[in-house]
């Protein structure tokens, strides 16, 4: 056996008797974690729209299903995510040079995200994550693909605080 393959085989052996899961997404799963459950994300923001609930949830679950090797199940997992959204505004981030006209807006979202590891108790957390993204022109026309990508942003991060401890 040449030496990097040993040095390497040394490694993989190391890691795997360290009772967690490593992954390539840089997350390491609690040893024995199996299932997860993501809860629906009710949308107690003052302002409501009408599908973020819907689309922040699944976004939420496809995270989780997509980064790690972790199954689905409708209540009582392993790892549990539950919350609700609450914030979503838009706000002017930078205005007209000469005149007090919006050059660029921002949309806004807050989730407050309580996680409970069933497995390894002391990752459990509750806190909000806010994300935003600025935008010109109007909202109506650019609001699903600004969700889209904040929700993204959101969901990584909340995969990264809950596998990864950032």
């Not at 302002?47 to 496809?62: C, D, G, R, Y």
């Not at 199940?73 to 549990?80: L, M, T």
């Not at 509750?126 to 600004?146: H, I």
């Amino acid at each position: 056996m040449k030496r990097i393959d040993y040095i390497l085989l040394l490694l993989m052996m190391a890691v795997q008797s360290c009772g967690v899961k490593y992954g390539f997404t840089g997350g390491s799963i609690p040893e024995g974690t199996k299932t997860y459950t993501v809860e629906f994300f009710e949308n107690t923001a003052p302002i409501v729209n009408p599908t973020l609930s819907q689309t922040f949830t699944e976004a939420l679950k496809e995270r989780v299903r997509n980064q790690s090797s972790l199954s689905q199940v409708d209540a009582n997992g392993d790892a549990i995510f539950e919350g609700r959204i609450t914030g979503y505004s838009i706000a002017p981030a930078a205005v007209e040079a000469g005149t007090d006209r919006a050059a660029l807006n921002r949309l806004s979202i807050t989730v407050n995200v309580k996680y409970t590891n069933n497995i390894k108790p002391e990752d459990n957390f509750e806190q909000p994550f806010t994300r935003f993204k600025d935008f010109s022109g109007n909202v109506p026309a650019q609001e699903d693909a600004l969700i889209r990508d904040i929700n993204q942003m959101l969901t990584e991060d909340i995969f990264n605080r809950a596998f990864a401890n950032w």
